[in-house]
């Protein structure tokens, strides 16, 4: 049977940052196979699966009656956490919307600022955003991997509620956790850095983070 996530792909990285036996709320769910393939792998007991849209949430309803895991698997319409309770959840996923848009569900939910809760982001766009504002607000990344799918390339990341506020850099940000030793992040950065590299173009602030950017690739390349 074909997996229901790809192997490699965008949301497996999500998978696999989900702790094993958490109670998984899954923000803007839509197909419901993050809380899908983790029930069915048997690495969740039970989850949440939550959309701002009934469209998606009817799609994600089928789904999981199709996989016979309408006992496990909740769905409820919520726009972000507004309709989550903070005891309801300990693992977090947002994935498959803009870095601005993430940033403003976590912003409007202050509970999530709870040592215990892991939050699982996957960012489309403005990732670099995301990890400033995660880093200011006193969280910390755990953990952050990038994948090539579809002819794209993404990036996933952890983080933790510590308290402990720091600022950073956006060449910093843009880079975040990534182990530039994997191919893979390498050519998330380089994709990056040609985004830059147009922005700068407008705005020569952005010659900074560009040159930030190609002295570190150039590093990991040339060793
Ligand atoms: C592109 S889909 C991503 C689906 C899935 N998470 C993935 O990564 O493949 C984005 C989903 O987020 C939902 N969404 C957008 N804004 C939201 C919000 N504020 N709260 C909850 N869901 C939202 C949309 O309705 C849509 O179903």
Redesign the pocket.
Known sequence: MTPILKPDG??HLCADMVRRGSRLA??????G??PIALCLEGKIPSALA????PM?LKSAQENIARYGLSNKIQTRL???LKAVRPEETNDI?I???GGE?IRD?LASAEWVKDETKKLIL?P?THHEDLVLWLYENGFMITAQKAAFDEGKYYTALSACYTGEKRTHSLSFAVVGMLDLEEKVSRWFIRRCLQNYRNKSKGDPSFLRVVNDLEELLQRYEYQ
């Open positions: 965008r949301l899954d923000i803007g769910t839509d197909h196979y993050l939550c959309d701002i849209n998606p919520s726009d972000g996923a994935a498959g919307m848009l569900i996957q489309m």
